[in-house]
């Protein structure tokens, strides 16, 4: 059974930091993997996907990068804004893309 | 174009009750799905439907019914509510062609 761990669990920061929040799954045999943002109260807004044959998706400050073979992936932000702060969601696509399987989330608060 | 809403954003039930949830989308996708969001573990996938007529059981599926007669909605049926079934719901979309998924405001269910 896929299992998905995200740590750390809770990140503070300083405004204008690099910052990056770790995923890690057990069966390498993925079909992609996503990572969401969640805000307090509020559903979750995909942030960025890659194929299980991409390495990296990179969207403005945020780049993602997937290694299968040790069954991790990471997420970059660069330059950290307070408007970042929310709780960041990693999630396998087990068999096929219709199953995600999610991490338990990185809260993260970035302070001015 | 409102993407997927969810209905009602709060309940409170007694042991035993019924009630379905409610989730539309106006996106034309053929995916959709609930997910559960309980403290300290991640969303749990409870049904999902890659098309209307068409459903089948995630990793949660115990007390939950499902049904898709139309394309834009996936009602979520809790037969009797046990206190278990606390918890927020999501529901989510995708198209078939493209795997990002899309997910609804949620639904705040407390079972007494």
């Known amino acids: 059974k896929q299992e998905v761990t995200q740590i750390p669990a809770a990140l503070s920061v300083p405004e204008g930091e690099n910052l990056v929040l770790n995923c890690s799954f057990t069966d390498s045999a993925i079909y992609n993997l996503q990572w969401f943002r969640q805000d307090p109260g509020k559903g979750l807004t995909s942030l960025l996907l890659i194929q299980s044959s991409q390495r990296e998706q990179t969207s403005g400050r945020l780049n993602a990068s997937l290694d299968k073979s040790s069954g991790r992936s990471t997420l970059y932000i660069a330059a950290s804004q307070p408007g970042d702060s929310a709780t960041y969601l990693c999630a396998v696509g087990d068999t096929g893309f219709q199953k995600l399987v999610f991490g338990t989330g990185t809260r993260l608060l970035v302070s001015p | 174009n409102a993407g997927v809403t969810q209905t009602p954003k709060f309940q409170v039930l007694k042991t035993g009750q019924s009630m379905t949830l409610q989730c539309a989308q106006d996106?034309?996708?053929?995916?959709m799905s609930w997910y559960r969001q309980d403290p300290g573990m991640g969303l749990r996938l409870i049904h999902y439907?890659?098309?209307?007529?068409?459903?089948d059981q995630g990793e949660v599926p115990n007390g939950y019914n499902v049904s898709r007669s139309t394309t834009e909605d996936f009602p979520l049926r809790l037969l009797s509510a046990a206190p278990s079934q606390t918890s927020v719901y999501f529901c989510a979309s995708a198209s078939l062609e493209a795997d990002t998924q899309y997910f609804g405001p949620g639904t705040r269910l407390t079972v007494l």
């Open positions: 996106m034309n996708h053929e995916y």
């Open positions: 439907s890659v098309g209307a007529g068409i459903t």
